[in-house]
C-alpha cells in the first residue's frame, strides 16, 4: 500500500458494503434540484501541511490547499480543491510516490462537480476523470460512461471536507456517521465512529480534539477495527490533526505540521 491522502485509500476499499452503481444515459435522468448545505469549516485561502510516517521512517508530506474556482456550474460557484503527496528520503527510493487530487465543491452544497485523481505509486498508475452530475444524482466516469448515484455522493477528496462541515457539538461516544462516497467507481458508504475527546500533541502544538475511528474490515488492512484512528480539532474548523493506523505490516501515522488561512480560530493549547 502506497502513500495516500488522509488514508482514504487505507479506509475507504476496506468498507464492509460496497455497491456497482447502475450504468444509465444522463438523458433519461430528470433535473430533480441541488440542495444547501451550511458550511463554517473552511474557505478559500486554507492550506495545510502534513508529515508521513511508515514506521520510524519520514515517508512523504502530504499539502492542501482551498482556493476559489474559476469556473461556474451552472450559475453556483465552487471551491478547487488541490491535494497532492510525495515520498521522502530513503522511502523515496525504493517506493517514489507522486500523488495529485483535485476536486470542484459547490459552495452552497457541499457535493463534487469533478473529480482528478493523477497518482503514481511506487510505479503504479492510476489517472481518473469524473464528472458529477449532482441534480441528475449521476456522475460519469472516465471512460465516458454514466451511473447512478445517491444524492449529492462525496468522491474521495470532497468526502474529507464535507466530512469538517458536519455538526458534531451533540456526538455522543458510539455515535457514527456516514457519507456516502464513489472511489474507482464503486458506492461506498464510508462510517466514522465518535470515540470521544482527547488532548493530543503534534508537531504543530498541542490541541483539544475529537477522536474517530473509521469502521472498516477487519482481517484485510486492519487487523482490528479500532487500529484505525483519526483526531480532528474540537472547534469549527474540525481540521485532522493526527492519524494512525496499525497495518499488517507495520504503522503508518499522519501528523500535522503547518497549516494558514483557516476559517475559525484553533482550539490549540497555549
Not at 492542501?64 to 491535494?83: C, P, Q
Amino acid at each position: 500500500m502506497g502513500l495516500c491522502l488522509f488514508f482514504i485509500q487505507a479506509v475507504i476499499p476496506v468498507q464492509l458494503q460496497t455497491g456497482k452503481p447502475s450504468q444509465v444515459k444522463l438523458e433519461t435522468l430528470p433535473s430533480l434540484g441541488l440542495r444547501t448545505h451550511t458550511n463554517n469549516a473552511f474557505r478559500a485561502g486554507e492550506k495545510v501541511e502534513y508529515l508521513l510516517h511508515y514506521g520510524l521512517l519520514n515517508a512523504g508530506w502530504a499539502t492542501l490547499t482551498v482556493e476559489d474556482s474559476k469556473y461556474k456550474f451552472g450559475n453556483r460557484e465552487a471551491y478547487r480543491i488541490v491535494g497532492s503527496g510525495r515520498s521522502l528520503g530513503s522511502f523515496d527510493w525504493f517506493y517514489a510516490v507522486r500523488d495529485h487530487y483535485e476536486t470542484y465543491v459547490d459552495k452552497q452544497g457541499m457535493f463534487p462537480y469533478r473529480f482528478i485523481r493523477n497518482v503514481d505509486e511506487g510505479g503504479h498508475k492510476i489517472q481518473q476523470d469524473y464528472t458529477f452530475h449532482p441534480e441528475k444524482r449521476a456522475y460519469t466516469s472516465t471512460k465516458g460512461e454514466s451511473y447512478v448515484t445517491p444524492a449529492f455522493v462525496q468522491d474521495m477528496l470532497s468526502s474529507y471536507y464535507y466530512a469538517r462541515t458536519i455538526d458534531y457539538s451533540n456526538a455522543k461516544p458510539g455515535d457514527i456517521y456516514t457519507i456516502t462516497t464513489v472511489v474507482d467507481d464503486e458506492v461506498f458508504p464510508l462510517k466514522m465512529k465518535f470515540l470521544g475527546k482527547e488532548k493530543i500533541k503534534v508537531d504543530a502544538g498541542t490541541f483539544n480534539c475529537l477522536k474517530f475511528a473509521p469502521v472498516v474490515q477487519k482481517g484485510r488492512v486492519f487487523k482490528k477495527e479500532e487500529d484505525l484512528s483519526v483526531w480532528i480539532t474540537d472547534d469549527a474548523n474540525h481540521l485532522p490533526i493526527l492519524a494512525k493506523a496499525k497495518i499488517v505490516v507495520g504503522s503508518i501515522k499522519m501528523e500535522l505540521q503547518k497549516y494558514s488561512g483557516l476559517a475559525n480560530p484553533i482550539a490549540q493549547v497555549k
